[in-house]
């Protein structure tokens, strides 16, 4: 990150740190492994107690971002989730985690169905959803039932016995699809398969542990975000987060919004890497007032920079993000 944009996007976290009263654990870029040992570092010298994570990636690897969250929850019982623009996927599930997610007016998080790699034969592979080859397999299942009830509804008149009309038509279904079935290759639906599992898995979990949804509810919930949605991009708005899936989300107010714009606007360039802590150095501001202006950054700022290069995203991953798959 170039060290204006750095100093610029540390003072606002300050102005933030200050309204809201708490640390501001900024999360940039991919979710990786790598960034659980920089997280413990980070988090080493704050006091227990309250923390916000400010959340901006397109996703990565969702068992990277279940430890993640683990552990800040394991050390902060109260943990407060802020989104400038998007926390897709991976980023998703980490906000699954928090007591309360804040997010701008028009920030976004996105679905939890993981990306694969495809390769088609002379082309180079391409991150997809996993959701496409069951998709795949739905629409095939489809077609198979209109063309059976097309042969019932055809062959009805003809003068030949109920048993004989439905295995004509049965014949028939099966005809027209199994060249398309044929294509379908069943050990790759079972990767997908595997695949969507950790998402659901992990999400459930976390609405259980730290959302307090009884199971029932939280299965419901983690379905509809693996399964519900038709595309990996699709945006979930606060409307959606707290309406349909019921989760604690509200639109920043009015002091909170007037830093988390200034924000989004420096995080709206080519996406970081990075992970820092800026901690607040005076009490909760109820007024958006000239507090709000920058005023250099406090002498406790502690900043970690996560090369890019460092770590990997898993395979498979959720999200994309200059280098991460291809999706959001």
Not at 108 to 125: F, H, R, S
Not at 176 to 200: D, F, H, N, Y
Not at 275 to 289: H, I, K
Not at 321 to 328: F, I, L, R, V
């Amino acid at each position: 990150m170039a060290s204006q944009k750095k100093q610029t996007l540390e003072e606002l976290l300050q102005q933030l740190a200050n309204v809201r009263g708490r640390p501001q654990l900024a999360m940039l870029g991919p979710v990786h492994r790598a960034r659980c040992q920089e997280l413990r570092s980070a988090i080493a010298s704050l006091p227990e107690g309250q923390i916000d994570l400010v959340i901006q990636t397109f996703g990565g690897d969702a068992d990277a971002a279940f430890l993640l969250i683990r552990r800040l929850r394991s050390k902060f019982n109260d943990v407060g989730g802020i989104v400038p623009t998007r926390a897709k996927s991976a980023g998703t599930l980490l906000c699954l985690g928090v007591n309360e997610l804040v997010l701008a007016e028009a920030a976004e998080l996105g679905p939890l169905d993981a990306q694969v790699q495809e390769k088609t034969e002379g082309d180079a592979p391409e991150w997809q959803s996993a959701l496409n080859r069951f998709k795949a397999l739905e629409h095939l299942q489809k077609h198979m039932i209109e063309c059976l009830n097309l042969a019932l509804f055809t062959i009805d008149r003809v003068p030949l016995k109920k048993s004989e009309r439905v295995g004509h038509s049965v014949e028939f279904a099966a005809r027209v699809t199994e060249p398309l079935m044929r294509q379908l290759r069943p050990e790759r639906i079972g990767a997908a398969a595997r695949s969507l599992e950790i998402g659901k898995e992990y999400a459930e979990r976390l609405l259980i542990r730290y959302a307090k949804f009884e199971p029932n509810r939280a299965r419901l919930v983690a379905e509809r975000l693996v399964f519900g949605y038709p595309s990996h991009g699709f945006v979930l708005d606060v409307d959606e987060l707290a309406g349909p899936l019921g989760l604690n989300a509200r639109v920043a107010d009015q002091v909170e919004q007037a830093v988390i714009d200034k924000l989004a606007a420096v995080l709206v360039e080519a996406p970081d890497r990075e992970l820092f802590v800026v901690s607040p150095t005076q009490p909760p501001c109820g007024d958006a007032d000239e507090s709000l202006e920058p005023k250099g950054v406090a002498a406790d700022t502690m900043s970690m920079l996560v090369d890019s290069a460092q770590g990997g995203d898993a395979v498979p991953v959720m999200g994309n993000d200059n280098g991460e798959p291809e999706g959001t």
